[in-house]
């Protein structure tokens, strides 16, 4: 191992510079390990595919992105030979990451969506606040409304075709007008064509991925290395957040033989495990709070087709109740949800930053 | 507390109609006339007795809701019970609301105001009475009822909010239509979106009313909800959808078809950010004006303005991620300039969106320095051993120049771009020593400028390194002098490098030309004009023949020589071309005449002059004219 890579140096102290490299790259499979057992570890329940908890998720991404890059820059004299399979190598893992700016754009209007969700949920809570007078039948309608319209947002894409051909607005039917307010919300996808998929980009994310063996010199086990990560990351926001054509057939599997393998398949499986529960076979997307607000409206939307006027005390408990879960739901959304944003730019401009930086140095 | 007599009383003294519901329609009243319809007054016996609130007109009625609203603030005893003339107001209002469902809003604007108005009115019962949070059950059932058509009656104005908002998108499709033959398309440009001022008035006063009801949220969802749908529907027609937007699939597209993309992208953006946008932005003032509103307008415009134009942001991107050449430089700075006009428009937004647009920006901006950078490295790597025949132009002085003629054009924004650039390198390395250039202002100040400089610095480098090639001194000379005219001519040609470079950097390369020029006179002239020098011809104070024959055959000699070599020569300058023969000729002419002319004689012997005397003056002068030309000439004797 020692004489190849004293063949790719072009440096006269081979030998340190070896120990160096060697220590390099293997810090860095010690810090994705630790980082992958931290949010493996911190999955338990509620946490997982909450918004804070992918948040981490992302966080994590950046600091191993980082230290990629700063492995990738130390060995540009290595790379920068157009011929050598490094190169490749290299070059390779930044047109795969350019897939992943794709799914970034997706899962803005995912969020866009939940946004949409969000104010629904808002209306239901004004409506159906009691610290005035008692809750009349006006607000409940309106309330029924509201939640009308957000069950029909939140259906999964396959359904939600079955039911625009059903749906038809009584009233002055004009052509804007056949929707409902949930479907209209669902037909402003802005930023991917109507063609694109987001199963597929992870498929051509996760295709021709080699795994290096065990003792590949040079940079093919960071770049296997970073490759996952990415391709984990992409996978579980498409998960999480509703996009065009979500699935989560694509295989992921890393073999044992890596540090961090542990950690991520097992999060991997998690999350696997709660796709296929009954409650969340059929929902747009695994995010904690979308099933909880799911769960809350539902709840809701049941409990207001039970009620007669006049409302007896016990009825308007039960509201009370759980209009109060309701705004625990809403006000986690609202407060998480502009960040977690913000963090998935930043995931986009860091890939971008990367590959430009790298590309510049490559040629 | 409201007596319940005072109403008994207005219902008596004034005078009532029947069927006061119906005539709404037709009645001209407002809030502040009070006079009535003659043709549609019926004053009925039964209306005159008891139970008359029924009978009240809309507008005696809501002025007793009026009454009775101030009497909620003012009164301190808890309302017990809802005054007459005010209880059957709900079903009033819900008599209205379901005749506005079947004939909506937005064609009578006295009957749409007072639907409103009545709207407003039950919407602030209702909210006052939930604030008091009676226990009485009257008021409680009135309640209930009031709120029930309080819904019904917002909803109904919710349903009427965005079907007039997305009527707009017909009327623009059927002007498009219309207009598709006129010529003046200049109006319609101007009208984005084509409201009507009526239905400005409508659309602010029902989002008036659902905002005073409490329904906020459903008024922004609605309206967002439908500026969307016509934005999007703008773009759509404008080619948008054509775009390829996907960052994979931009990497794919060869340039050629991509610089297509590239151009409608620029307009479309060009017209968001000089109309749409600007139309938009009206829009939302125009039904939200009120300073109260001021919070929700801005949170809708800027949702609306990033949900938009994100996108144009994600076309950037990535192109600016496709692979650099220097054929991209010019587009790049066109997207450039094209998101500086955008950052404009949505200048009311939040930070997070022009932050976005700026990032946006400034990669296209070092995607465009590192270009810049690339034809430094084209320069720096032009190391032919060949040397270009004939001394002309250098094909790569001609694509440096053309190059840097071009991206003049965009000085400014390319001056922006490298400041950006300068600014980030500094923080990096340390500050270069600066030059001295004390009477050039432009090269201090402007980023670009020295950017320009270091390109010709190298070009002139790289030339000089060339010229070097030639074995011939004179033949350099004239490379050197073809170039730095070429040079010189490209940059006078253009107001804009000229400034750029500054006057004493002109004049320092007119200079050159000039000692260029001498070098070339004394490397090829200098001996030919000694040869007919005076001195050492005399031998005792007599012409020595033998000298003097030596003299004309050397003359012979040099001249064919030149005239053979330097016919091939090439000066691409038509004027330089003529000044250097001009000053050859001004040089060796007179010189030669006059050496004609003192010695012909002396060898005028008749039979060999020929074999001497090859030259006329005359001669000379169509010699010379054969220079430069980059002919092989023809070396046979000329007869005048």
Same mark, same amino acid.
């Given at each position: ?44 329940? %509620? ?52 897939? +992943? ?71 002055? +039917?004009? %052509? ?43 940079? +093919?086990? @960071? ?33 044992? &033989?890596?540090?961090?393998?542990? @950690? ?44 007669? #006027? ?54 | ?20 519901? *119906? ?44 009454? #009775? ?34 004939? /909506?809003?937005?064609? =009578? ?29 009257? !008021? ?18 919710? *349903? ?5 908002? =997305? ?22 440009? =101007? ?26 949220? *459903? ?97 950037? /991107? ?50 465009? !320095? ?5 034809? *430094? ?11 270009? @025949? ?42 270069? @020593? ?54 010189? &001519?490209?940059?006078? /040609? ?27 006179q004394?490397?090829t002239w200098g001996k030919v004009l000694q040869c007919m020098n005076q001195e050492g011809l005399q031998v005792?104070?007599k012409v020595s023949k033998t000298a003097l024959k030596e003299r004309f055959k050397i003359f012979n000699n040099m001249f064919d020589e030149i005239h ?8 691409? =300058? ?9 000053s050859i000729a001004a040089l060796v002419i007179p010189a030669y005449r006059s050496f004609f002319g003192r010695y012909k004689q002396h060898i005028d012997s008749?039979?060999h002059t020929d074999k001497y005397v090859k030259y006329q003056p005359e001669d000379i002068e169509s010699v010379i ?15 005048t």
């Open positions: 191992m020692l004489l190849s890579f004293r063949r790719d140096q072009v440096d006269s102290n081979a030998a340190s510079h070896n120990n160096n490299m060697e220590a390099e790259l293997d810090s860095f499979q010690r810090q994705v390990a630790e980082k992958f057992t931290d949010l493996n570890a911190s999955s338990s329940g %509620d946490d997982l595919l909450s918004l804070e908890w992918i948040g981490k998720l992302l966080d994590s991404f950046l600091c191993c992105q980082e230290e990629f890059r700063a492995i990738v820059f130390n060995h540009r004299s290595q790379i920068s030979a157009s011929s050598s399979p490094t190169n490749r190598l290299v070059s390779d893992y930044f047109e795969r990451s350019i897939k +992943a700016l794709d799914v970034c754009n997706a899962i803005r209007d995912g969020v866009e969506q939940i946004r949409q969700w969000q104010k629904l949920s808002d209306i239901v809570i004004s409506a159906l606040d009691s610290r005035r007078a008692n809750v009349g039948e006006g607000q409940l309608r309106r309330a029924k409304k509201a939640l009308v319209d957000l069950a029909i947002g939140m259906l999964d894409e396959k359904d939600s075709t079955r039911l625009a051909h059903r749906n038809r607005s009584f009233g002055r +039917a004009k %052509d804007g007008h056949n929707r409902s307010m949930g479907q209209h919300l669902r037909s402003l996808s802005w930023s991917v064509s109507r063609s694109w998929s987001a199963s597929k980009q992870l498929q051509a994310l996760a295709s021709n991925l080699t795994t290096p063996r065990q003792n590949d010199v040079g940079l +093919a086990v @960071p770049v296997y290395t970073m490759t996952s990560v990415l391709l984990f990351v992409m996978w579980v926001l498409v998960a999480a957040i509703p996009c065009q054509d979500r699935g989560l057939q694509v295989s992921f599997f890393v073999p044992r &033989q890596f540090r961090w393998a542990a @950690p991520v398949m097992s999060l991997h499986d998690k999350i696997v495990e709660e796709s296929k529960r009954r409650d969340r076979k059929n929902c747009c997307g695994l995010l904690k709070e979308i099933g909880r607000i799911e769960k809350s409206s539902r709840v809701m939307n049941e409990l207001i087709d039970s009620i007669h #006027f006049p409302m007896s005390e016990e009825k308007e408990s039960e509201v009370k109740q759980r209009v109060e879960e309701l705004v625990e739901v809403h006000e986690a959304l609202k407060n998480g949800l502009d960040p977690f944003e913000r963090k998935v730019r930043e995931v986009f401009h860091r890939i971008v930053r990367s590959r430009t930086e790298s590309l510049d140095s490559l040629c | 507390m409201e007596k319940p007599g005072d109403h008994a009383t207005e219902s008596e003294t004034l005078p009532h109609k029947s069927n006061d519901l *119906e005539n709404t329609n037709h009645s001209h009243e407002s809030e502040h006339q009070s006079h009535n319809n003659d043709s549609t007054e019926k004053a009925t016996p039964e209306s005159e007795s008891e139970s008359e609130s029924s009978q009240l007109s809309l507008t005696q009625v809501m002025e007793a809701v009026d009454d #009775f609203i101030q009497s909620l603030s003012s009164s301190t005893d808890p309302l017990q019970e809802i005054p007459p003339a005010v209880e059957p107001f709900p079903e009033t209002v819900d008599s209205l609301v379901s005749k506005m469902e079947s004939s /909506g809003l937005g064609r =009578d604007e006295t009957e749409d105001s007072a639907f409103i108005d009545a709207v407003n009115r039950i919407s602030i019962s209702v909210m006052r009475l939930r604030e008091l949070n009676l226990d009485s059950t009257p !008021v409680s059932s009135w309640l209930n009822r009031a709120s029930s058509v309080q819904h019904h009656a917002v909803s109904l104005l919710d *349903e009427e909010f965005r079907h007039l908002l =997305d009527r707009s998108i017909e009327n623009n499709n059927k002007k498009k239509n219309d207009h598709d033959e006129s010529d003046n398309n200049d109006e319609r440009e =101007d009208a984005f979106p084509d409201f009507p001022p009526e239905s400005i008035a409508t659309l602010k006063k029902i989002a008036g009313a659902m905002i005073s009801a409490g329904y906020e949220t *459903e008024c922004c969802m609605s309206y967002e909800t439908s500026r969307r749908h016509a934005f999007k529907e703008e773009l759509s027609g404008m080619g948008y959808e054509g775009i390829v937007n996907n960052v994979e699939d931009v990497q794919r597209i060869p340039w050629e078809s991509l610089q297509g993309e590239i151009a409608s992208w620029i307009s479309i953006v060009r017209r968001c950010s000089s109309v749409l946008l600007p139309g938009e932005i009206s829009l939302c003032n125009a039904v939200l004006p009120e300073q109260d509103h001021a919070k929700i307008r801005k949170r809708l415009l800027t949702g609306f303005l990033s949900t938009v134009t994100i996108r144009f942001l994600d076309f950037s /991107g990535a192109v600016v991620l496709t692979k650099r050449s220097s054929e991209k430089l010019f587009k790049f700075l066109d997207m450039y300039e094209t998101l500086r006009e955008l950052a404009l428009a949505v200048e009311q937004s939040d930070s997070d969106l022009i932050h976005e647009i700026k990032l946006a920006q400034t990669r296209l901006g070092e995607a465009a !320095v590192t270009i810049f950078g690339e034809l *430094e490295n084209s320069i720096k790597t032009d190391i032919g051993r060949t040397p270009v @025949p004939s001394g002309a132009v250098h094909p790569l002085t001609r694509y440096t120049m053309n190059y840097l003629k071009y991206a003049c054009e965009y000085k400014d924004t390319l001056d922006q771009v490298f400041q950006h650039y300068e600014k980030a390198e500094s923080d990096q390395t340390e500050p270069e @020593p600066e030059n001295q250039r004390e009477d050039d202002e432009e090269y201090k100040t402007s980023a670009f400028a020295r950017q320009m400089i270091r390109v010709m610095e190298l070009l002139d480098a790289n030339l000089e390194i060339k010229s070097a090639l030639y074995r011939d001194p004179s033949l350099r000379s004239i490379f050197l002098m073809n170039n730095g005219r070429y040079i010189l &001519q490209k940059i006078k /040609g253009s107001t804009e490098i000229r400034d750029l470079m500054g006057q004493a950097w002109t004049r320092k390369r007119s200079t050159e030309l000039r000692q260029y020029h001498k070098s070339y004394r490397e005792n104070g053979k070599t330097q016919s091939t020569w090439i000066v691409n =300058d038509e004027q330089m071309q003529s000044e250097l023969r001009v008749g039979r004219d054969d220079l430069f030309d980059g002919n092989p000439a023809s070396m046979g004797r000329k007869r």
